[in-house]
């Protein structure tokens, strides 16, 4: 997840808020013009919890997601620069920070206006890479197909409509994959707001953007997370609850990253570890194995399923079995969040 957005959006400080990393944070501070932060963040997982405390494993391993906070331009004041345009194309998604807050040393945010500014820099960035890509292929030929597909991006970035919205095949989507299209990533909008909004609804005018651009939202005050992050666990969510917040930024964020990329979690458990496994939605069980390693998809035999919920209910593997609970799957079985999933192999 790559953490954008303009100089003195408060992105290192959200960056470390969810990492909980100390990444040097201001306008014109020495991180301005070095190379990204890079953090890794557990995925809070109850189901994981629930199942170490059935279970006492030797090793507890959650799913895990890496954050890139990018630098800002080396002037101050800068937008986006090329060096950060292209750190942002290694990206499998974008969280794209956007200033709410007060801020003496800046002038009164205006988070509609920074929106609208930062899709323009990502069209402008893609139109740029296809007019590129085009006058290339006008001395090459059969690539007719690669030249009629750009053709149609090029239309619509030139109408300021991002390549998100084109309703591209798979197909053609694997096709483009070697662009890295920014205005194709999935982004995700971080409203960083003053301390007393962070309980209340993002402005209208923001609400109508993301809905208008398909865009996922959260609310956070950085300030607020950055102190929180100091604090023992009980003594956050107290605080948590002063300022009217059902869950902490940070849950809220993940949560809402991993619909983003369409990801969830299948589980393996047992005496030796408890582990939760990445995966995108849809996957079926050998693509599922082959997470685990490539030899059990490759010997895939079954796969032996049982229910988060059931298990919780009947507390070992033994008893879901007894129940009728454990299933017996095939490599076609498309995996539900939250399985606890046993294969069997050979190779």
Not at 224 to 246: H, I, K, N, T, Y
Not at 321 to 344: N, Q, S
Request: hydrophobic fraction near 40%.
């Amino acid at each position: 997840m790559g953490i954008a957005g303009f100089p003195g959006s408060g992105k290192t400080t959200i960056f470390n808020a969810l990492t909980g990393l100390h990444a040097d944070v201001g306008l014109g501070t020495s991180s301005a013009a070095s190379k990204p932060n890079l953090g890794v963040l557990k995925v809070p997982d109850a189901r994981v919890d629930a199942l170490a405390a059935i279970y006492s494993p030797k090793k507890t391993t959650y799913a895990e997601m890496t954050f890139v906070d990018f630098p800002d331009p080396p002037t101050t004041g800068g937008r986006l620069d090329e060096r950060v345009l292209t750190q942002m194309r290694e990206a499998d998604a974008l969280a794209h920070v956007v200033r709410a807050f007060d801020d003496p040393a800046q002038p009164a945010p205006d988070a509609r206006r920074d929106l609208e500014s930062f899709k323009t820099e990502l069209v402008v960035a893609d139109l740029a890479m296809v007019e590129r890509r085009l006058e290339r292929l006008k001395r090459e030929k059969g690539k007719e197909r690669e030249k009629e597909l750009l053709e149609k991006i090029s239309a619509s970035l030139e109408s300021e409509r991002e390549i998100r919205h084109l309703g591209l095949s798979r197909e053609d989507e694997a096709s483009l994959a070697g662009f890295q299209f920014l205005t194709l990533k999935p982004r995700l909008t971080v409203l960083n707001v003053n301390e007393d909004a962070v309980a209340q609804p993002a402005p209208a005018t923001v609400e109508e953007f993301v809905t208008q651009e398909g865009l996922a939202l959260v609310v956070v005050s950085g300030k607020v997370e950055m102190e929180l992050a100091d604090l023992e666990p009980q003594d956050r969510r107290s605080f948590e609850m002063e300022l009217g917040l059902s869950e902490s930024a940070r849950d809220r964020f993940i949560r809402a990253s991993y619909a983003l990329l369409n990801l969830m979690s299948f589980l393996t458990a047992g005496e030796d570890e408890v582990r939760a496994w990445t995966i995108r939605r849809g996957e079926v069980a050998q693509g599922a194995a082959g997470k685990i390693h490539s030899d059990i998809a490759r010997g895939f035999i079954r796969a032996e399923v049982i229910p988060y919920a059931a298990f919780i209910e009947h507390r070992s593997e033994a008893r879901c079995r007894e129940a009728g609970k454990l299933r017996l799957e095939g490599k076609e079985y498309v995996v539900a969040d939250g399985d606890i999933v046993h294969f069997r192999f050979n190779v």
